[in-house]
């Protein structure tokens, strides 16, 4: 049981509890295992920070297989809750051996889908020996751009969700489950 924390105040709706996220791993985790057991070339898991983090390391552990882990950091978002639809690649991936690695991007959640486009077309160019992409949350109802992941955690409706890595102004990425914001929270109309 977890305890409660001041931030729990700030959230509408707990929308995937800590036991449903539990499960959300362990599912793509298997099917991780069953898909990449007979490739050839490293497994290597592209975590694209901040908000991948946590679903990455719980996924990491739940993995049989051997994994290697990088890290991008790649903004399209200023200060508000609304990306500006330019992906930037802040943190860059630099490896002489990309093209052993059978590289799986890690994202929390995918909104326009342009970040994860922009990603598998530049990893390609340099050279990695496959891409593919997991996301824990998926919100298709914001599609800017035709991109749909391989593995996905969950299907959500557009709301501004935290937790589990996911932030607001760098809180709540603490919180054990993910939750709904309350919207005064980010239009300050509390």
């Known amino acids: 049981m977890r305890s409660r924390s001041v931030l729990d105040n700030d959230v509408k709706e707990v929308l995937v509890s ?8 362990t599912r793509i985790a298997a099917e991780i295992d069953r898909d990449y057991s007979k490739m050839e070339g490293k497994l290597l898991l592209l975590c694209i920070l901040k908000g991948s983090v946590v679903f990455m390391g719980d996924l990491m552990k739940k993995i049989s297989l051997p994994v290697e882990i990088d890290f991008m950091k790649v903004s399209s978002y200023g200060h508000g809750t609304v990306s500006n639809g ?9 490896r002489p051996d990309l093209s052993d690695c059978n590289v799986l991007i890690v994202e929390d959640v995918v909104d326009s889908g342009r970040t994860l486009k922009y990603l598998t077309e530049y990893l ?3 050279g990695a020996r496959s891409i593919r992409t997991v996301t824990m949350l998926d919100k298709p109802s914001r599609r800017a751009v035709e991109f749909t992941t391989d593995y996905c955690g969950r299907v ?3 709301e501004f969700v935290v937790g589990y890595g996911l ?3 760098e809180k709540y990425r603490e919180l054990s489950y993910i939750g709904i914001l309350r919207p005064e929270v980010y239009t300050h109309k509390k």
């Open 86 to 94: 330019k992906p930037t690649i802040v943190l860059d991936l630099h």
């Open 124 to 126: 390609t160019i340099k």
């Open 156 to 158: 959500i409706p557009d």
């Open 167 to 169: 932030d607001y102004a």
């Open 18 to 25: 800590e036991e449903e996220i539990d499960e959300i791993v």
